[in-house]
């Protein structure tokens, strides 16, 4: 078999075995976040928690698909480690890239709630208005 397909193979492997693992861990650990965010509501957090694994799953497979493509054969066992680090590292910082662009989103989102939360309305009540006679 080429040395060029078997990195493809391994860099395949490699990058949709941590794809996997990384979007597992984030929906587990990310639903009592999203709960939160969410002031509380299960249902809304699960249903938000699996589009985002979905997105996370679509737009990371398919950067792994699209970067699949090699700058040239590879023609001993030393460039099969160098391709494997290069593509590697790509993936693994595009995936740290939407992890954080994520996080950072939704805390944007709870900090708005927990400031909509803490407001007080600006005049409190003055007192009741007397009925009006045609009502």
């Known amino acids: 078999m080429d040395r060029t397909v078997i990195a493809y193979v391994i860099y395949l492997a490699v990058s949709i075995g941590l794809t996997v693992w990384v979007a597992r861990t984030?929906?587990?650990n990310g639903?009592?976040?999203l709960a939160d965010v969410l002031r509380g509501d299960e249902k809304l957090a699960d249903a938000v928690n699996h589009l985002l694994v979905v997105g996370f799953y679509l737009v990371n497979l398919g950067f792994v698909a699209l970067y699949l493509h090699g700058s040239g054969d590879i023609d001993d066992t030393r460039g099969i480690f160098e391709a494997l680090s290069a593509k590697l590292g790509v993936v693994?910082?595009?995936l740290g890239a939407m992890h954080l662009g994520n996080v950072y989103v939704?805390?944007?989102?709870?900090?708005?709630?927990v400031l909509e939360r803490e407001q007080r309305p600006p005049v409190g009540p003055q007192g009741w208005l007397p009925p009006t006679a045609g009502a």
């Open 26 to 28: 984030l929906s587990r």
């Open 31 to 33: 639903r009592i976040f």
């Open 92 to 94: 693994l910082l595009v």
């Open 106 to 113: 939704l805390n944007k989102i709870r900090r708005r709630g």
